[in-house]
Structures are given as C-alpha cells and as structure tokens.
C-alpha cells in the first residue's frame, strides 16, 4: 500500500499562491498517476488536477490557468502550485493514486483577508 503525506497548505490572502506537495512511498511511483481533490465543507470531494506517469495532465474548469500539477519521479513527489487563490479555493485538499483507495491525510488550504 502506498503511503502519501500532503504538505504546504495554509492561510492566504486572495490573489495570492501556495505549493502543495504530496510525498509518495514506494519504488514505482513513477508509473502512477496522480490526482489532486478537494473538499469544502458540506461538499463532495472534487477533482482539481491530475498527471499520468508520461505527465499528460488534466484540470479542472475551475482551476485552468491558475493551478499546475507536476511530478518529481526522482523525489517521489507530486506536487499543485496554485496561483491567483480565491476564497472559494477554500478546501482541504487530497492527493490520490488515481484508481485506488490510496490518500493521504489532507492539508488545509484558507483564502481569506
């Protein structure tokens, strides 16, 4: 079983950024691929971005051009730079091996003045 473990969430004014990691166990992380979900409350988990083992990479409507997905295969590491945050990107956010039970323990991320 994979284990995953988020970091670099927090508090931060709208129009501003943050970098979420996610760390992978494992020796083939290389051939996952990897999504990042989000949860509100009183909401269901989305999914905001995901990348392929070859880094294909999918979004979101509501992220295009603000968010990016990307993989350090070397550090088993994905991570989700996030641009121009909004309060509506209020959430705690996940990171997935897509297709599996696989996810980590979630990193809250607040946009607010």
């Known amino acids: 079983q994979v284990q995953l473990v988020e970091s670099g969430g927090g508090l931060v004014q709208p129009g501003g950024s943050l970098r979420l990691s996610c760390a992978a166990s494992?020796?083939?992380?290389?051939?996952?691929?990897m999504g990042w979900y989000r949860q509100a409350p009183g909401k269901q988990r989305e999914l905001v971005a995901a990348?392929?083992?070859?880094?294909?990479?999918n979004y979101a409507d509501f992220v295009k051009g603000r968010f990016t997905i990307s993989r350090d295969n070397a550090e088993n590491t994905v991570y989700l730079q996030m641009n121009s945050l909004k309060p509506e990107d209020t959430a705690v956010y996940y990171c997935?091996?897509?297709?599996?039970?696989?996810w980590g323990q979630g990193t809250q991320v607040t946009v607010s003045l």
């Open positions: 990348i392929t083992g070859g880094n294909s990479t």
């Open positions: 494992g020796s083939i992380f290389s051939i996952y691929a």
């Open positions: 997935n091996v897509l297709g599996t039970g696989a």
